[in-house]
């Protein structure tokens, strides 16, 4: 496995509970992500390899420009979308494709268990619903749940930053697609 490629798993653990605990992206997190990034480039350079550098710098541009949109009409927080180019730098161009799309399809069946379940919600006789509401009513009141939500101080959203980073480590760890290597 590159120095990169583990730079990115460990950023995207760090990411991924972050976002799911509190839905934030820390800045300090990112920024040292880049300049870890920034290094290991400096040393692929000095090494000769200036082709590996350029897809990595192509990356971060085109993670940035990607998920730039979504963020400007207000789908996305601005921490996913320097995520998403601080991933581009340290993976390269090649990983973005199937990181997003494993992000997205992740999104999506999030929306779907958010849109879906309470229409099945819906469809228990009476007492299952009033049961599942007594059952849900406590489980928020758990003081754990109770400390999570404390800390989202009021932020809400799918957790898009930790679906990308959820595909950025099958993508990492995926043997046959070689980016461990």
Do not use: E
């Not at 009409?73 to 390269?92: Q, R």
């Not at 930790?162 to 461990?180: D, I, N, S």
Request: aromatic content about 8%.
């Amino acid at each position: 496995m590159s120095f990169l490629a583990l730079l990115a798993l460990l950023l995207s653990l760090r990411i991924a509970i972050s976002d799911l605990y509190a839905r934030r992206v820390p800045n300090a997190w990112l920024l040292a992500g880049a300049c870890s990034a920034a290094l290991g480039l400096l040393g692929t350079q000095l090494a000769g390899q200036p082709a590996a550098v350029s897809d990595h710098l192509r990356g971060a541009v085109a993670g940035l420009v990607a998920l730039l949109p979504f963020y400007v009409v207000g789908w996305m927080g601005a921490g996913d979308v320097k995520y998403f180019a601080v991933l581009g730098l340290l993976l390269g161009l090649d990983a973005l494709l199937p990181v997003w799309l494993g992000a997205s399809a992740l999104a999506g069946v999030h929306v779907l268990c958010v849109v879906g379940l309470p229409r099945l919600r819906a469809m228990l006789p009476l007492p299952l619903q009033q049961l599942q509401a007594r059952a849900v009513q406590q489980w928020q009141q758990h003081p754990a749940l109770v400390q999570m939500h404390h800390a989202r101080q009021g932020r809400v959203g799918i957790p898009f930053a930790a679906y990308l980073a959820f595909a950025t480590l099958a993508w990492v760890l995926w043997p046959a697609q070689g980016a461990g290597a």
